[in-house]
């Protein structure tokens, strides 16, 4: 079974920095792209940034220029290195993954499944 695992959430003061670290495991044929987002109290899930398989980012307004996200496709790993946090920042941080599942059908061939799948969320709580 595929899953997502994040980790690096917890607080930190205004200014600071905090780095977020996603891991795909299971049994993983590709992974497409990759993001994260955040769901602040209150407020709707917005995405933050995200990473093609080939390494293009985009940004959303909020995260330009304070925030970075990397991906290790070797490790299937995404990172989000967030500098200079603000107080508006708290929120839990959520990653996103479109990839492919591989399902074994015998010794000798497989199939390939997509799945859209979200991690459990880490909490990020910027103190002023």
């Known amino acids: 079974q595929v899953q997502l695992v994040e980790s690096g959430g917890g607080l930190v003061q205004a200014g600071g920095s905090l780095r977020l670290s996603c891991e795909a495991s299971?049994?993983?044929?590709?992974?497409?792209?990759m993001g994260w987002h955040r769901q602040a109290p209150g407020k709707q899930r917005e995405v933050v940034a995200s990473?093609?398989?080939?390494?293009?980012?985009t940004y959303a307004d909020p995260g330009k220029g304070r925030f970075t996200i990397s991906r290790d496709n070797a490790k299937n790993t995404v990172y989000l290195q967030m500098n200079s946090l603000k107080p508006e920042d708290t929120a839990v941080y959520y990653c996103?993954?479109?990839?492919?599942?591989?399902?074994?059908?015998?010794?000798?061939?497989?199939?390939?499944?997509?799945?859209?799948?979200w991690g459990q969320g880490t909490q990020v709580t910027v103190s002023s």
């Open positions: 299971g049994n993983i044929f590709s992974i497409n792209a």
């Open positions: 996103n993954a479109d990839l492919q599942e591989r399902q074994d059908i015998n010794r000798r061939s497989y199939t390939t499944k997509t799945r859209n799948l």
């Open positions: 990473i093609t398989s080939g390494g293009s980012t």
